[in-house]
């Protein structure tokens, strides 16, 4: 009697035959079941898949980008801590520092700025100054609960790494403010009454607005030629920012062309 051969099928061959989108899900299936992950995750497939897609943009690990990117006022946001150890690890530069100004980090003369140097050339990278003129005017001192009061000096580094990251490697922040940044974009807005800037609460402004107001369209409806269209009518840094922010909303099929165009919009910016 002649023996019949079976063969099994190993858990790695499995998976290898499955499409790369089927795949996909499975993995996020397995992280929005775990209770490690954030809660914004957790139950949350199409999170994950986010999350999943940056990672692999910026060439991260998933579990750590999902640790380190939170949703601030609705926005993706990255920790500080995070960005900067994705900088220094994307081996293109020299692990970040910070040129401080100042002894005092309260004394209105303090200032702030990272810089790192460029491995292929040795040239060094040089990102804006944080002043408390730039803290106050934009509004960041007077949010309620603002951490510039209490840790002004770990603030202005991580303000610091968010303008150089931007500036010097948007490929590795993707556009994506730290979460510091989305704190202080989110809770206040900046107007301009008789010529004086003033800060208030998004409440605030949005009960003095006629009811016929102009209104920003919904993230959910968002298309690819609007975000070209805030990314080409973008005249500074943070416009830009939040503008190619929003990238992350659309298809993949959508997002190259996009990216492209914040580049040449990041170059320009940054010569004007």
Known sequence: MSAVATQ?????????????????????????????????????IA??????????????????????????QGKPSWSSTFLIAT???????KPMRFEVVGTDPKHEGYKVRAYADDKSDGERCIGPWITWTMVKEEGWLQK??????????????????????RLYAPEVSMGIHTAEEAEDIGQLRTVTQGGLRTSETLQQIEHELADDAPRV??????TAQQIHDKL??????????EASALI?????????????????RTLALAEA
């Not at 080409?232 to 920012?241: G, N, Y």
């Not at 992350?248 to 040449?264: G, K, Y």
């Open 248 to 264: 992350t909303l659309l298809d993949q099929s959508e997002r190259a062309e996009l990216i492209a165009f914040w580049d040449e």
């Open 87 to 93: 900088v220094n690890a994307c081996g293109r530069f």
């Open 217 to 222: 369209p919904s993230v959910d409806d968002i």
């Open 8 to 44: 099994t099928e190993t858990p790695s061959q499995a998976l290898a035959a499955e499409s790369p989108f089927s795949l996909l899900q499975r993995k996020a299936k397995a992280y929005a079941s775990s209770t490690l992950v954030p809660k914004i995750y957790q139950d949350n």
């Open 232 to 241: 080409a009518e973008a005249t500074t840094r943070d416009e830009l920012d």
């Open 47 to 72: 999170n994950v898949i986010i999350a999943m897609e940056i990672a692999q943009r910026i060439g991260a690990n998933e579990l750590m980008v999902m640790q380190n990117l939170a949703v601030i």
């Open 144 to 165: 309620s609960g603002s951490k510039w009061k209490t840790m002004p000096e770990l603030m202005f580094m991580y303000r610091a790494a968010g303008f150089w990251s």
